[in-house]
């Protein structure tokens, strides 16, 4: 028996990185997996189903959704959707998110809006749409992926450090509303992750990264995954409307 034997989790943008490393790590503890990914292409469409049969070769029973997490409507028949072929949403992991980085006087207003959209709007859409059924269950646990940007601030990211920062704060005010229904609410705050993405900078960035970080290294998905399985689980069933910093130190 894992830690999540007998729950259903809902993990948006979990196709590649760090979400799908929370979607395994939920199935390796006994959780069944709906996911969600945009799917603009074939690539994208076959990345999806890559995911999903990895996810179900664990054992659990795992569903991919391909849907826009910032449209609302969407997101409502997406739920509804969930619940009817999973039988309940135990577990929600608002990891979708993109960056749009540049200096404030240089951004766009498409910019702002596009990362606004994807990384706030989508997790007030999701977490709209469950917490009527987390109610009617008399529980559930829901987790933003924020940022350590979202807690400092980051020169050239204004757009992701205030989206960030706003998921931390929608944690917090979830917890306080929910809490009497037996919802938690909690943030987990990553520093520099080993990623896709971060694999992407040179090599003198990297290091200058490192030199910031007291145990001088990046972290790796597992190590955001293992987090989010602990707020997940009844192991974390006193802690809401937190933000747990995964940073190596960086930040403290």
């Known amino acids: 028996m894992g830690l999540l034997s007998g729950k259903t989790a809902l993990i948006t943008g979990a196709a590649r990185g760090i979400g799908k490393a929370i979607a395994l790590k939920f199935a390796e503890e006994g959780a069944n997996i709906a996911f969600t990914d945009l799917v603009l292409n074939d690539d994208m469409a ?5 995911t999903r049969k990895e996810i179900e070769a664990v054992g659990v029973k795992c569903n991919a959704y391909a849907g826009n997490a910032a449209d609302f409507e969407e997101t409502e028949a997406l739920v509804k959707k969930v619940k009817e072929e999973m039988g309940s949403i ?13 200096l ?5 207003e498409a910019q702002w809006d596009a990362v606004i959209n994807v990384n706030l709007k989508s997790a007030f859409n999701f977490i709209h749409a469950c917490t009527p059924i987390m109610m009617r269950q008399k529980g559930g646990s829901i987790i933003n992926m924020a940022s350590v940007v979202g807690v400092h601030g ?3 990211q204004c757009n992701y450090a205030a989206s960030k920062a706003g998921l931390i704060a929608l944690a917090k005010s979830i917890a306080q509303e929910m809490g009497a229904k037996g919802i938690r609410a909690n943030a987990i705050a990553p520093g520099f992750i080993e990623t896709a993405m971060t694999a992407q900078l040179p090599d003198e960035v990297r290091k200058e990264w490192a030199k910031k970080i007291p145990l001088r290294r990046a972290g790796q998905v597992d190590d955001i995954a293992n987090t989010a399985v602990y ?22």
Do not use: F, H, P, W
Not at 90 to 102: E, F, P, R, S
Not at 236 to 249: A, E, P
């Open 46 to 50: 076959a990345g999806l189903e890559a």
């Open 90 to 102: 135990d577990i929600l992991v608002n990891n979708a998110g993109i960056t749009k980085d540049g």
């Open 104 to 108: 404030m006087l240089r951004m766009t």
């Open 154 to 156: 980051n020169a050239g």
């Open 231 to 252: 707020l997940a689980s009844d192991l974390s069933s006193y802690v809401s409307g937190q933000v747990i910093q995964v940073d190596g130190g960086m930040n403290m």
